[in-house]
C-alpha cells in the first residue's frame, strides 16, 4: 500500500475527488470513487475525477460516479480541473483544452493575480439525435415525449451534451419529486445508458431554477451539462430564449447556446476545498 495525494473541489456545490496522475501512478478510478464518495465513511464526494497527460490536449480528465461507473463528461467536474491544471503550472495555455469522454473541450479562465475564479466551457453542440443521446424512441428531436413513471403520465424532452439528459418541465421545483421519479427515470429502460434527470422551472425567459438527479450520483447541488440541456430544451419547447440563468441548488451557471455556431457555451465558478492523502489501494 502507498499514499494517494487528492484535491478536494467543487463547483457550485458539486463536489469531487482530484488525483493527479501528472506526478503519481493512476489508480483504479472505479474503485476510488465507491471508497471515497461516501458522505460518512469516506471523504464525501459525488465522485472522482482523474487528471492525466493527453496526447491531443493540456490535459485528459477521466470522471466517475459515486456508483464507480464512468461518466463522459461533468460540466461542473472540468471547470475544477482547469482551474487546478493552470493553478499547478500543469499548463499555463488560455484557453486550456482538455480531453473528455466527450471530446476535447475549450476552457477560456477568468483569471487574477494567478488564480482561477471562473471558467467558460465551450460544451460543444446539443446532440437531438434519439440512438446519439441514446434513447429508445423513433424519432429526432425528442420533444414532450411521454413517459409513464410512479404511476404517472409525464412528458419530457432529450438532449445529450456529451452525456444523456431526461429534462421534464415542473411547475415548481421545490416541491419536484426528483428522490421519487430521479431513480426511476435514470433506470427507465427507455435509457439504455441511463440518464440524467433534469427537474426545470421556468421562472422567465432567461430564468430557470433546477434540481437535478444524476446519474449514478444522485441529487446533486449542481450539473453544468444538466444546466445546459435545460436551457436547449427550454428554448425547443419555446418557453425560454438561448440565454439563461439558470438557478440551481449550489448556484448559479450561466448558459448561452449561440445561434451563429450552435455550440452550448458554460460560464460558472470553481473552487478548491483542501488537499489531502489517503493509504491507497485500501487494505482488503
Sequence with gaps: ???????????????????DCFCQPKPDGSALARVV?????????????????????DCRMEMYNADGSRGEMCGNGIRCV?????????????PLRVETDAGVKTLYLSVQNGRVGSVT????????????IPVKVDHSPVVRHPIAVAGEELEFTAVSMGN?????IVPDVAIAPVQRVGPLLEHHPLFPSRVNVEFVEVAAPDILRM??????????????TGACAAVVAASLLGLAGRTAQVHLRGGVLQIEWREQDNRVYMTG???????GELVWPRAA
Design 82 to 94: 482547469g482551474k487546478y491544471v493552470y493553478e499547478r503550472g500543469l499548463s499555463k495555455n488560455n
Design 269 to 275: 465558478p470553481a473552487e478548491e476545498v483542501f488537499d
Design 37 to 57: 464518495s461516501p458522505r460518512r465513511t469516506g471523504i464525501g464526494s459525488d465522485g472522482v475525477i482523474l487528471i492525466l497527460p493527453s496526447a491531443t490536449a
Design 1 to 19: 500500500m502507498g499514499r494517494l495525494r487528492f484535491t478536494k473541489m467543487h463547483g457550485l456545490g458539486n463536489d469531487y475527488v482530484y488525483v
Design 164 to 168: 444523456p439528459h431526461c429534462v421534464l
Design 211 to 224: 434540481r437535478v438527479w444524476e446519474r449514478g450520483s444522485g441529487e446533486t447541488d449542481a450539473c453544468g
Design 121 to 132: 466551457v465551450d460544451m460543444g453542440e446539443p446532440i437531438l439525435g434519439a440512438h446519439a
